[in-house]
């Protein structure tokens, strides 16, 4: 992890084309301002990692979807009946 130390005012700059300012240092609470391309994505690390996990969770219940999908194909097969498509 890289450290740097900046006062209110100061820019750091990521990649060419993001900028990060600090805006205002309160106490212990710091106000950043952030300029980068629209295609670019910025969320908070808890939001990013919740929808880490709801991705997960949506991709294993897919998995579950699909298993379940292949044993009713399976099961209609032996039963001598064209699965569902």
């Given amino acids: 992890m890289l450290y740097l130390t900046r006062k209110t005012g100061q820019t750091i700059v990521i990649n060419d084309n993001i900028e990060v300012t600090v805006i205002e240092v309160k106490g212990r609470a710091v106000k950043l301002g ?48 064209k699965p569902k498509a």
């Fill in 34 to 81: 952030f300029t980068f391309p629209p295609e670019a994505t910025v969320l908070r690390k808890e939001i990013h990692e919740k929808i880490l996990r709801e991705n997960i969770e949506a991709a294993r219940a897919g998995e579950e979807f699909a298993s379940v999908n292949l044993d009713a194909d399976l099961l209609a097969a032996r039963l001598g009946q």
